[in-house]
C-alpha cells in the first residue's frame, strides 16, 4: 500500500515523516538535515516545518537553525500516557517493586515486532537522567521481549525473527533462531524469562507475562539491575517468584482470573 494510492492524505503523510526524523539518536536537526530523510524539496520542508512550528509540534532551538520536537508532542503523550488502563494499573506495582526490591522495574508491550516500554521506575541506585518510555529495543534479546514472543506460536515466532532481525549486541547476545527457541520453550515451562548481559554488558533482568480479561498475554514486566543489592542471577529464583506474582497482581487488577 503505497500514501498515493491507499486513501490517506499525502500531506499529513509527509508531515509525519518529518515527525519521524526525530529520534533518540537525532534529537535535533536542521531542514536540510530532514531533506535529506525524506522525498521532498527543501522549500516544502521548511513549509511544513513552519506550520508544525506554529502549532506547537516543532520549536526552533534557539538561532542555530536547529528544530526539535515541540511541547505539543509531550502534551500529547501525556494524554496517551494517562489514558492507558495498563499503565495506570501497573504502575503502583513497579514502585512497590522498586521500594521493597532496590530494582528497576519496566512495563512493556509489543509494537511492531519490537519491545515497548510503556512505564519504568529506576533503582534508586542507579537512576537513569532520561525516561525509557517510549523507547523500543529487539525482542530476541530482552527478558520481555522473550516473554512477549513465547506467547506467539512458533511459526509466528519464526516471522517475526526473519523481519526484524536477530543482530548482536554484546558477546551474549543470542543470534542463532533454533536457540532462540530452545529459551523460548524453557520461558514457557517455568513462566519467567531472563536476559544476562544479551542487551547490554553488565545487564541483568528477570520478566513475566502480564494477561488481560480474556487471559492473553498484553505485556510483560520485568525487574532489572541487582535483586536488594545482590546478583540478580544468583538470586534469580527469589527474584522470578517476586516478578511473576507482581505480572499476576496486575493481570488480576486487568480482569484475568
Known amino acids: 500500500m503505497t500514501k498515493e494510492n491507499s486513501?490517506?492524505?499525502?500531506s499529513l503523510c509527509k508531515a509525519f515523516d518529518i515527525l519521524n526524523c526525530f529520534t533518540p539518536e537525532t534529537p535535533a536537526l536542521r531542514v536540510v538535515d530532514i531533506t535529506r530523510k525524506v522525498d521532498m524539496t527543501q522549500s516544502n520542508v521548511s513549509r511544513l516545518i513552519n506550520t508544525m512550528v506554529a502549532y506547537g509540534y516543532l520549536e526552533r532551538v534557539d538561532d542555530s537553525g536547529f528544530y526539535q520536537l515541540g511541547k505539543q508532542i509531550i502534551t500529547l503523550s501525556g494524554v496517551a500516557l494517562n489514558h492507558s488502563e495498563l499503565?495506570?494499573?501497573?504502575?503502583?506495582e513497579l514502585y512497590d517493586l522498586e521500594q521493597k526490591y532496590?530494582?528497576?522495574?519496566?512495563?512493556?508491550?509489543?509494537?511492531?515486532?519490537?519491545?515497548?516500554?510503556?512505564?519504568?521506575?529506576?533503582?534508586?541506585?542507579?537512576?537513569?537522567?532520561?525516561t525509557m518510555v517510549g523507547h523500543t529495543?529487539?525482542?530476541h534479546c530482552t527478558a520481555i521481549g522473550k516473554i512477549l514472543l513465547a506467547a506467539m506460536p512458533d511459526k509466528e515466532i519464526e516471522a517475526v525473527m526473519e523481519e526484524?532481525?536477530?543482530?548482536?549486541?554484546?558477546?551474549n547476545?543470542?543470534?542463532?533462531?533454533?536457540?532462540?527457541?530452545?529459551?523460548?520453550?524453557?520461558?514457557?515451562?517455568?513462566?519467567?524469562?531472563?536476559?544476562?548481559?544479551?542487551?547490554a554488558l553488565g545487564s541483568a533482568c528477570i520478566a513475566a507475562a502480564i494477561r488481560g480479561r480474556s487471559g492473553a498475554v498484553v505485556a510483560g514486566l520485568s525487574?532489572?539491575?541487582?535483586?536488594?543489592?545482590?546478583?540478580?542471577?544468583?538470586?534469580?529464583?527469589?527474584?522470578?517468584?517476586?516478578?511473576?506474582?507482581?505480572?499476576?497482581?496486575?493481570?488480576?487488577?486487568?480482569?484475568?482470573?
Open 164 to 171: 526484524a532481525g536477530m543482530p548482536s549486541f554484546t558477546y
Open 7 to 10: 486513501g490517506l492524505t499525502l
Open 137 to 139: 529495543t529487539p525482542l
Open 87 to 92: 499503565r495506570r494499573q501497573a504502575l503502583p
Open 173 to 199: 547476545t543470542i543470534t542463532s533462531l533454533p536457540v532462540l527457541m530452545e529459551q523460548i520453550d524453557q520461558v514457557r515451562r517455568v513462566g519467567y524469562s531472563t536476559e544476562y548481559g544479551e542487551h
Open 102 to 130: 532496590e530494582v528497576g522495574a519496566n512495563l512493556a508491550v509489543l509494537e511492531k515486532n519490537r519491545m515497548y516500554y510503556l512505564a519504568h521506575v529506576d533503582s534508586r541506585r542507579s537512576p537513569r537522567m532520561y
Open 223 to 257: 525487574l532489572s539491575g541487582k535483586y536488594r543489592g545482590l546478583s540478580m542471577r544468583e538470586h534469580e529464583q527469589e527474584a522470578a517468584a517476586v516478578v511473576m506474582e507482581s505480572a499476576a497482581l496486575i493481570s488480576n487488577k486487568l480482569g484475568c482470573l
